[in-house]
């Protein structure tokens, strides 16, 4: 967009921001909330307080103050927002990805920084790592939770931890990404603004177990990369509780039969596949062509801490035309089996909306521009400018449909 479109989009971004208007304690809050708002969907090459500040004509160092010390609701915010996208781009058949991103920084005083590993970055550098959840369904996609994550040995670090410049509650405990993309979750489920059947995510989330069972116990399905090494049965395993003895205690566990099948790696079974099973699927139009991969499936029964867990789907994918040493990837799925391959297959794949997501919010609303270092002022910024990258979608969305019906920006003139 260019300025003439910012313009024209005032009323409507006045009237979204009047949305989370209850959350801000004070009319001046609201008021900095609004021009930061505006702030960051300007084409401003750096988006920090500073230089949103010179740009909207608010004082400096009360925007700053705004950010990173003022206790206007967050949550309340993000909670709004999941009803605003799932009044926007909400399906039955809506998806929740999970992930993460790194934000590099050069100092040592932000709450949670330190050398850790980043994918974003490809590296162990000085970063901080937040976890996000997306939102996508057939009518768009946007970033719509976030969680930062804080290391076991940052907070046990008396110096960092009581550190006024992070500034991190003192009820804040360590939770791993896994725990906080449960937290997530859950406060999605509760609130009940977003509508979705599935749950997706690399195999950094899709391995652990708990986080599998955290979905199937919320009644929805998930679609989760696995690692290559995850084990399941193709057939019944065959366990069963021995029969107890004349003496001793009686026996309640399962063990395996004596002839009982040994489980798998989802890899052995794959490559083991006959070239008659893979099927070849366009998953998804981008904008740079149509996502086209070969897929195939099967029914196995997980192996969930070295005993048999629920049974489901085994799906892999891999290019098309591939060779049998190709690249697979690796998915399971608890989705009954009268859910259609296409579908999976489309779930499986969604991970490329929030890495979009990421790559945008970043290019476009700032989400990595910040220079707070307070835990409270993250949650601040980056609450703000998924609410910033909400709206545009939003708009996009909107101006895509104009275009189709052939009125609205962008369309050619009336005939």
């Known amino acids: 967009m260019d300025d003439i479109d910012l313009q ?10 009047a949305r989370f208007g209850r959350f801000f304690r004070r009319s001046e809050g609201r008021a900095l909330g609004r021009k930061y708002l505006i702030g960051l969907t300007l084409p401003i090459e750096r988006k920090n307080a ?24 967050d949550e309340g915010c993000i909670g709004e927002l999941q009803r605003f996208v799932g009044e926007q781009f909400g399906a039955p058949d809506g998806v929740l990805i999970l992930d993460d991103t790194g934000f590099a920084k050069k100092g040592i005083h932000s709450a949670g920084v330190g050398r850790q590993y980043s994918g974003t970055l490809g590296r162990v550098d000085n970063c901080q790592i937040g976890v996000f959840m997306g939102y996508a369904s057939p009518h768009g996609h946007t970033l719509v939770d976030r969680r930062l994550y804080l290391t076991e040995g940052w907070l046990t670090d008396p110096a960092k931890r009581s550190s006024p410049r992070a500034a991190v509650p003192a009820d804040v405990r360590f939770r791993t990404k896994l725990e906080l993309a449960g937290e997530m979750l859950e406060a999605a489920a509760a609130r009940g603004y977003l509508p979705y059947q599935w749950v997706t995510a690399d195999a950094a989330y899709g391995d652990s177990h708990e986080l599998r069972r955290l979905v199937a116990e919320q009644g929805r399905w998930y679609c989760f990369e696995v690692s290559r090494d995850a084990l399941v049965w193709t057939q019944d395993p065959g366990w069963q509780v021995p029969r107890s003895g004349a003496t001793g205690r009686p026996r309640t566990r399962a063990r395996p039969r004596p002839d009982a099948l040994p489980a798998q790696t989802v890899d052995e079974i794959v490559r083991s596949l006959p070239p008659g099973d893979w099927i070849r699927l366009r998953v998804t139009e981008g904008e740079k062509g149509p996502r086209e991969y070969e897929f195939a499936r099967l029914r196995v029964i997980e192996k969930i801490h070295h005993e048999p867990g629920p049974e489901g789907w ?9 060779d049998p040493g190709a690249d697979i990837k690796c998915y ?14 489309w779930v499986g794949c969604l991970r490329w909306t929030i890495e979009e997501d990421f790559e945008l919010a970043k290019g476009e609303v700032g989400l990595d521009h910040y220079e707070l270092t307070k835990y409270r002022g993250w949650y601040h910024h980056i609450t ?13 969305h909107e101006w895509g449909e104009k275009r189709r019906t052939g009125v609205g920006p962008g369309s050619p003139p009336a005939a």
Do not use: C, Y
Not at 8 to 17: C, K, R, T, V, W
Not at 386 to 395: E, Q, R, T, Y
């Open 8 to 17: 024209a989009l005032l009323p409507a971004l006045e009237g979204f921001h």
């Open 50 to 73: 500073e230089n949103i500040a010179e740009q909207v004509g608010a004082p400096p160092r009360k925007l700053q103050e705004f950010l990173s010390d003022s206790p206007w609701d």
């Open 314 to 322: 085994l799906l892999a994918r891999r290019p098309v035309g591939s």
């Open 332 to 345: 399971l799925s608890n989705a009954p089996e009268t859910v259609a391959l296409p579908e999976m297959a």
């Open 384 to 396: 703000l400018s998924l609410l910033a990258l909400a709206f545009l979608k939003s708009v996009q």
